[in-house]
């Protein structure tokens, strides 16, 4: 990562000179920024004062020789020291508490100091990993003419120094411009990577990965403990699933939306927690695949339900978008549970009811849904009619199209985002409030 002009950026304090300070103060001081490295811990900020790293990072030795040989890098005790400089990089440690929350007494301590010591425009930036709401309560906190600025980190121990400078992703939150303009500078030479989002989004981000990287890990573990008993190589299985990179390794199913059907997948995943039992196996991440994916179908009806609707119309029951197999479908499945619940429901599918080989037409659709107590619509107009909320489930496009022309007046639950995915801001403003309810709280 090519430096930016240091006249382009202010004295920058890293404070808490831990992992992810220690490296951010030395790279950015390489890269000719200068940096006041603020740490309570003496030993430390001696260390890195003589351009000894105080730990095994590779290329940290380097990076801090670097900074010796600019003459960019001062540390410190002092926590006043922020008083000479233009922005914070507060990099301090927040555990887990005994209860399970993030413990961030260090990191409002930090905050606190910036109140009392730095000067006015002075941007904090929280790299620390933050429990959800800790935005509201550090800008509360934090004096009103400081700017704020969230900018999770995503360092990996034994390449952090690589991971920093060469990032496949940067992420900050801000409601302040100069923060902004503050972070788009520090960032300049991987613009391209940089992305803003806002407080909430950023906050939840870093445990979200986390979360993810986990569950990857675990996932591959209980992969050999159910491969392993019936001989078959568990590398060799996981380095064929790599080798996949359109669907297995890459962003597709990464999105919210509604649960998973279709032929393959619920068989599939039964499958293989039955074979898991069979075997002895301890495999509950497996085991709670079809649980979870039952309780997203739970969640969608109860926001169905919240509406209290005595008619509902579903257009699209296909099970994934614009699909007529409605094989252990959602959209069906939420047809079902709403009839339980006393709900008449109508339901539109052009996809279904283009079936090419009998049942056809309006008995293909009735046959799809499976319940005589459900009502198949041969339009989305008819659908539609009288209806207190409709519910989108996987439309195929003209249905799509269908129900943005007719702009209905009722509430819109758009189950998976496949109809507010794709509107015009016009088509928006013509429809009453679509809620997306895979993202809705």
Known sequence: MTAAPPSEL???AVVGLGYVGSVTAASLAARGVPVVGIDRRAGVVDAMARGVAPLGEPLL????????????????TDPAAVAACGASLICVGTPVGEDGELVT????????????????????????????????????????????????EFLREGSAVADLEQ?????????REDAAAFLERLYAPVADRLKRTDPPTAEVLKLVNNAWHALKVAFANEVARTTLPIGVDPFAVMRLLCADTRLNTSAAYLRPGLPFGGACLVKDVASIQTHARRH???????GSILRS????????????????????????????????DVRDSAPVRMVHALLDAGVHVTVA?????????????????RAALGDPRAQAAPTV?????????????????????????????????????????????????????????????
Do not use: M, Q, W
Not at 61 to 76: H, I, K, V
Not at 114 to 132: D, F, I, K, N, Q
């Open 105 to 152: 007494d260090d990191l409002f301590a930090a905050l606190d100091t910036l109140s009392e010591h730095a000067p006015e425009g002075h941007v904090a930036v929280v790299r620390s990993t933050v429990p959800a709401g800790f935005h509201a309560e550090a800008r509360a906190r934090l004096r009103a003419d400081l700017p704020l600025a969230l900018n999770p």
């Open 293 to 324: 994916n039952d309780a997203h179908l739970a969640y969608l009806v109860s926001a169905v339900l919240k509406h209290a609707p005595k008619t509902a119309a579903i257009v699209g029951v296909g099970f994934k978008p614009g699909a007529a």
């Open 61 to 76: 030795d380097e990076r801090l020789a670097e900074a010796a040989r600019r003459g960019t890098l001062r540390c410190t």
């Open 10 to 12: 202010p004295t920058v």
């Open 167 to 175: 990032p496949e992703l940067v992420v900050y939150a801000t409601e």
């Open 349 to 365: 599918d052009g996809a279904v009811l283009d079936a090419r080989v009998p049942p056809l037409g309006l008995d293909a659709l």
């Open 381 to 441: 107009g008819h659908a539609i009619a009288g209806a207190d909320v409709i519910v989108v489930g996987h439309p195929c496009a003209e249905d799509r199209a269908a129900l943005v022309e007719l702009a209905p007046k009722v509430p819109i639950l758009d189950a998976a985002g496949e109809l507010s995915r794709k509107l015009t801001d016009a088509e928006r403003a013509a429809l009453a409030p679509v809620v997306v309810l895979a993202s809705a709280g």
């Open 280 to 286: 002895a196996v301890d495999a509950p991440l497996l």
